[in-house]
Nanobody
């Protein structure tokens, strides 16, 4: 069973919006933090946004004011990333991330987001 299943990536024009979603399977227990990282070609994986079970969020400076992370704890731990005012530099593979209360980490398979200029 895949622990984290992502959806919503694709090709979009600059300035447009896109929403990613990630659902954690029932095999993961006591998730504390969920979020998104991204990796562009030739670059290291970087944090985009995370949210904890209490609703506190943290964003990369590059996406503040443009991206919004939210979490539905009632929907089997589903996390969303609403991406607005997309820029070509947002092009990357986006990975869903989960951290349990026992500090075990999980990663999704990644979903490609491509922003054309």
């Amino acid at each position: 069973q895949v622990p984290l299943v992502e959806s919503g990536g694709g090709l979009v024009q600059a300035g447009k919006s896109l929403t990613l979603s990630c659902a954690a399977s029932g095999s993961i227990f006591s998730i504390n933090v969920m979020g998104w990282y991204r990796q562009a070609p030739g670059k290291q994986r970087e944090l985009v946004a995370v949210i904890n079970s209490g609703g506190s969020t943290n964003y990369a400076d590059s996406v503040k004011g443009r991206f919004t992370i939210s979490r539905d704890n009632n929907a089997e731990n589903t996390v969303y990333l609403q991406m607005g005012s997309l820029k070509p530099e947002d092009t990357a593979v986006y990975y869903c991330y989960a951290l349990t209360s026992r500090f075990r980490t999980y990663w999704g398979q990644g979903t490609q987001v491509t922003v054309s200029s």
